[in-house]
């Protein structure tokens, strides 16, 4: 009889779930493959499985800008803020809808009355913010593109005290998601500092190249 390859064993076993993990977990997926190469602050941490075998990740952790927590919906919620930071998958699993799975079974996972917001780095990469769009997050808006502080992590939050250094920082989607249940959710609607905006953006989103990921501005 023939032995079974690996890819065999997950092709013959389709089941998916979506659990929490490790940081430890994540780090192949966000050191080796998504295009940051940096690992963010991770607080929730959740793994798509497929035949039983991890194949793609997505992080959630607190904003880097302080003032960027209190921005979303003020000063009494910005405890209450995550950013969904990372999202990654092995390049052989990327596309049918797995992540658009994995980001919907891990919201469900995360505290009531949390706001989550990510962005779509249209600016940098081309990224329109589908999988966001087919999560229900509600739209709302585009960042202004600015410069920051240099720093060769990539980070301003490790900028190099050299005030002439700047770097790029793309226009991005802002986009939000409401956790909580219709009660919640409807006076977070009301404690949101930003509008809410009616139609999704839409355009071809531009692809990377995950083993080389060059900026494609």
Known sequence: ?????????LNADKTRYVRRISYEDTKPFILGI??????????YAFGYFEGGVLVGCVTYGQPASPSLCKGIAGEQNRKNVLELNRLVFLPEYNGDNRASYLVGQSLKQLPAYTFVVSYADYGGWG???YVYQATNFLYTGMTAARTDKYSASGHSRHYDKNETRRQIRTAKYRYVYLVGNKRDRKQMKKELRYPILSNYPKGESRKYDTNNPLSAI
């Open 1 to 9: 009889m023939m032995q079974m390859t690996f890819m065999d064993m």
């Open 34 to 43: 998504h295009y940051a190469r940096r690992m963010p602050c991770v607080q």
């Open 127 to 129: 990224h329109i913010g």
